[in-house]
């Protein structure tokens, strides 16, 4: 019992490690603080943690080269990100927003069934 109360205590820490880690706004906020940054409960920050590190890796590590399906371009003519759902697409928008404060929005591709992201 205790010895699972302490590895949940350590898998907090390390989500409230992770977060400041990668949102230098809140590296000098309390926990408490940083949980009514994010409007979460102490109970679900080590799953939002956990959500959070993938997004991050997903859009960090896997190359635009994964668009196969649409030939989408940016601005920069550079492919464009390609979610098979709009729910994929909404949570990467959020995660943008929290952790670059950019303001993105949501447009079906027209070439396919899925949806992109664009700053305009
Ligand atoms: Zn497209």
């Not at 109360?5 to 409230?16: G, M």
């Not at 949102?23 to 080590?46: G, H, Q």
């Not at 994929?88 to 943008?96: D, I």
Request: hydrophobic share 30%; aromatic share 10%; charged share 30%.
């Amino acid at each position: 019992m205790l010895k699972k109360l302490k590895s949940l205590l350590t898998q907090e820490e390390e989500a409230f490690a992770l977060l400041k880690n990668q949102y230098p706004l809140i590296a000098n906020k309390s926990d408490a603080e940083i949980l009514s940054y994010f409007e979460l409960e102490r109970s679900e920050i080590v799953a939002f943690s956990k959500d959070f590190k993938n997004l991050y890796e997903e859009t960090k590590h896997h190359p635009l080269e994964q668009n196969t399906i649409c030939k989408c371009t940016d601005a920069n003519n550079q492919p464009k990100n390609l979610y098979n759902t709009r729910e994929e697409a909404e949570k990467t928008r959020s995660f943008l927003k929290t952790s670059q404060n950019t303001t993105l929005t949501i447009y079906h591709c027209p070439h396919t069934k899925g949806w992109h992201l664009s700053k305009g």
